[in-house]
């Protein structure tokens, strides 16, 4: 009962406490639930909910999650009595005298609430990840209390539905459809899933397994020329996963539902995954790229059914563990189906997008604490999505192949239908491989940042090698040691050499190297795998500065671009050199994949690192060379890279001439056909620009517009563009309101466009505003906007005077929210090398 200790637990959100708490005493949970579903998106929706749990300890109330108003709750009941109730900071709080030990029954009629229910005119679905369940419905909204749910959903007679478990019956009563589902196997509150609606069914048979799709596609063509293959899609996925892990299919049966405007690319609801349509339904003209998107992401999302939804982490702290597997198991299905990529090559991006995190101030750990589940969604990002798959690439590389399938095998059957934490795998596969993983994963998992490895050389007579050590050091000099294998490269004319080394302490000698020819470079990540600062020694910098190029092989192409972007970054590489060797490689680079790396690392070094005069001076030369090799490319998406990267660069008056024409339909590029997204983009740049008709463009633009979702979205944002700076005041005092950030995406491309480069000076002022607006954004924002938005704040500027706006503001906030303070680092980086990077 209400004593002090107690009162401790009943905070906003769920805390590590409660759950703690309740984990501990509660159990065998069952929802019965039957929501009433008006065809009306405005009107209330009914629900009659039972949940029965087994409860072992009397001593604390019974707290439910339900984050909605006390007059939603229309009664709660026990055993038929109505039972006094607190509705306190997003709680139910039942006494605890009115449960027994033992088997208990609460039933509650209640108000839905709407947050997550995504209502729309035909259709609703539910979102409940991270910790949503309970702004539906009362719950006990916590991964490791996993349950039974019984659903009926009471629907208009035109629309069907799935959800997790089977449909039972369905009958048609008092002008409504009565669907009744079977009872789900156990179940974490943050997939428990439903969708209804006028949708499509199609049902598919493959190899004894049968699937149905829901979607709402008019295009009947796009429908029967993508449908055979997402269905062949996932049942060639499910049978991979079946014999790489062992176990069958873990739930009843196996469905989907494409959604339009789905917020992600799809969501591993147990039995019934929810797809953004547009990601499954290609059009006719997508890439060999987003072909290998779909296949990768229908193979995440049926991986998950193992990995996520049968063993789910104990914590959302352990999240990334469940993505990691997920995309991991993802391109073992998938990646041989596309034997044209260069797959490692494309693995190269998880290390550059990690490093922006990990060499900034911000860095995380992958695996970071967590107190309550309401700030589950600061967790989210590069760390989990991309340092992860590396880390667990260099962990199988460490127990090998074999071992690390028998460990998941073991892993997958120990904790079947429950939770599971990070530590317990470890202990798994520790006890199957000789290495010492415990202390390994300490520093991979548990602590930010990257080693810094270098090397010391000693040159006989300035042609052979005395010795070779090589070193690594903690950036933030606590001694952390990074074990990993690694495998040094000496670069010569003809033949590399490589040597295997384990860098397990602060130094290794390479004994092999002693007595060989001086090599042309030196690479201490030679075989790329390799994860961390690798600091270069001058001359073998200058040597790939000048012949990188010439270097054969794509993949070490691209694991050098890594070496050498961080080499600008440190301020050992001129901006303007790195500008000079993108020119340089564009011209013999073959592989696409480099290609596009080239291309961002050109238009990053241009907006963020070169100085207005120094971009005015190179801007005739580089404007030149993309027009000429946007007239040369031979595929579509060739040249729609090259035009993409002009468009953003372009400021010389004649390249504004040719970009209009351009937009005015006067000029055309051979083989590119623009869509209505790209005039867009273009009338958006060439506003920037600031010339005498950039109001005209506008709003000839939005004239133009026939999509009436594009259309709302220019609306917004154009004036985020104006030339008028009283325009851009006003519209950055509107986004300080929260009902004006609705649609996170336009806010966020017109908070990108108000702090252009080419406006910066002016956009300094938002900086403080932004930065004082960030907690209450990420109170009411998606779980990806806070970053998002910072990152679109910060990312145009590299003046002094903003980098002295967010270091005072971030003094003037000592006890600031820790995470979110980590997101305004991570984003301020570039700001912050901007000022060291001297020219
Ligand atoms: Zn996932």
Not at 70 to 82: E, G, R
Not at 115 to 120: F, G, I, K
Not at 460 to 469: A, G, M, N, V
Not at 599 to 622: D, G, M, V
Request: with cysteine.
């Amino acid at each position: 009962m209400g004593c002090q200790s107690e009162n401790s637990i009943i905070k906003p959100g769920v805390s590590w406490n409660l759950a703690q708490n309740r984990k501990a005493i509660i159990s065998d949970v069952r929802y019965k639930l039957k929501f009433d579903i008006p065809k009306d998106k405005i009107k209330p929706i009914a629900v009659e909910e039972f949940i029965d749990f087994k409860l072992s300890d009397l001593t604390n109330d019974v707290v439910l999650d339900f984050r909605q108003r006390a007059d939603y709750i229309h009664s709660v009941t026990i055993k038929n009595k109505p039972v006094q109730y607190k509705v306190e900071n997003q709680h139910i709080v039942i006494d605890a005298s009115y449960f027994s030990k033992g088997q208990n029954s609460i039933f509650i009629s209640f108000r839905a609430g709407d947050m997550s229910l995504n209502r729309n005119e035909e259709f609703l679905y539910t979102l409940f990840v991270p910790d949503r369940a309970s702004t539906a419905i009362p719950c006990f909204d916590q991964p490791n209390l996993k349950a039974r749910y019984s659903l009926t959903l009471i629907v208009p007679t035109d629309w069907t539905a799935i959800a997790n478990g089977p449909i039972q019956s369905e009958k048609i009563i008092n002008d409504k459809r009565e669907i009744v589902f079977g009872e789900t196997r156990p179940v974490s509150t943050y997939i428990f899933a439903f969708t209804a609606g006028k949708f499509k069914r199609v049902t598919q048979e493959i190899s004894g397994r049968k699937m149905t799709m829901l979607h709402r596609e008019t295009d009947l063509e796009k429908v029967a020329r993508n449908k055979n293959e997402i269905f062949e899609l996932h049942s060639r996925a499910l049978s991979w996963m079946e014999k790489y892990t062992g176990i069958d299919y873990p739930y009843q049966k196996f469905d989907f539902a494409l959604i339009p405007g789905f917020q992600y690319g799809g969501m591993e609801h147990p039995g019934a995954i929810f797809y953004k349509d547009v990601s499954l339904f290609l059009d006719l003209s997508a890439t060999k790229n987003q072909y290998l998107s779909r296949a990768g992401l229908i193979s995440h999302e049926t991986a998950h059914m193992w990995f996520g939804d049968l063993v789910t982490m104990n914590w959302f702290d352990d999240v990334w563990t469940k993505e990691v597997f997920a995309g991991f198991m993802g391109s073992k299905i998938v990646n041989p189906s596309f034997p044209e990529v260069n797959h490692e090559l494309r693995f190269l991006n998880n290390y550059s997008s990690a490093y922006t995190v990990d060499r900034s101030l911000g860095a995380n750990e992958i695996r970071q604490p967590l107190d309550n589940l309401n700030m589950a969604g600061t967790l989210y990002g590069s760390i989990i999505y991309s340092k992860a798959p590396v880390v667990m690439k260099q962990l199988e590389l460490l127990v090998g192949e074999k071992t690390f399938q028998k460990g998941m095998q073991i892993y997958l059957s120990n904790y079947a239908y429950e939770n599971a934490t990070w530590p317990d795998l470890i202990k798994i596969l520790d006890n199957l491989s000789k290495e010492d993983l415990t202390a390994w994963s300490k520093v991979w998992v548990d602590e930010p940042d990257r080693p810094i490895v270098e090397y010391e050389l000693l040159i006989d007579q300035d042609t052979l090698i005395q010795q070779l050590i090589l070193k690594q050091s903690d950036p933030k000099k606590k001694k952390r040691i990074w074990m990993q294998h690694l495998k040094v490269r000496f670069g010569y004319d003809n033949d590399d050499l490589l040597f295997p080394v384990y860098l397990k302490s602060e130094e290794v000698k390479i004994l092999e190297a002693s007595g060989l020819r001086k090599p042309n470079y030196i690479l201490p990540n030679g075989a790329g795998v390799g994860y961390g600062y690798f600091k270069m020694d001058s001359r073998s910098r200058s040597y790939l500065l000048e012949n990188l190029p010439k270097i054969n092989d794509s993949y070490l192409r691209g694991v050098i671009w890594l070496n050498l972007w961080d080499e600008m970054l440190y301020g050992n590489i001129k901006p303007i050199d790195m500008i000079n060797l993108c020119i340089r490689a564009l011209k013999t680079e073959n592989d696409i994949l480099n290609t596009q790396r080239i291309l961002s690392r050109l238009n990053s070094t241009f907006w963020n690192f070169l100085s207005e005069n120094q971009r005015a001076a190179k801007a005739n030369q580089l404007e030149s060379i993309l027009r000429l090799h946007l007239n040369e490319a031979t595929t579509v998406t060739n040249r729609s890279m090259y035009f993409r990267s002009l468009r953003s660069i372009t400021i010389t008056d004649n390249g504004y001439d040719w970009l209009k024409s351009i937009w005015m339909k006067n000029d055309s590029i051979k083989g590119l056909t623009l869509s209505e997204r790209d005039y867009i983009t273009i009338a958006s740049e060439l506003a920037l620009r600031g010339k005498k008709d950039s109001q005209q463009i506008l709003d000839s633009q939005l004239n133009q517009i026939s999509n009436p979702d594009r259309k709302s979205r220019f609306k917004f944002i154009m004036a985020s563009l104006s030339n008028d700076l009283d325009v851009r005041d006003n519209f950055f005092e509107l986004i300080k309101k929260e009902e004006n950030r609705e649609v996170e995406p336009w806010v966020q491309s017109a908070v990108a466009y108000l702090h252009h480069p080419l406006r910066s000076k002016n956009s300094e002022k938002y900086i403080l505003p932004s930065l004082e607006l960030l907690e209450e954004i990420q109170r009411t924002g998606d779980i990806f906007f806070p970053a998002r938005f910072i990152n679109a704040t910060l990312s145009g500027h590299q003046s002094a005077n903003a980098k002295n706006i967010v270091n005072q503001f971030l003094k003037d906030h000592p006890n600031y929210t820790p995470a979110l303070k980590l997101k305004i680092l991570q984003a301020a980086d570039n700001l912050f090398r901007a000022s060291i990077i001297k020219d």
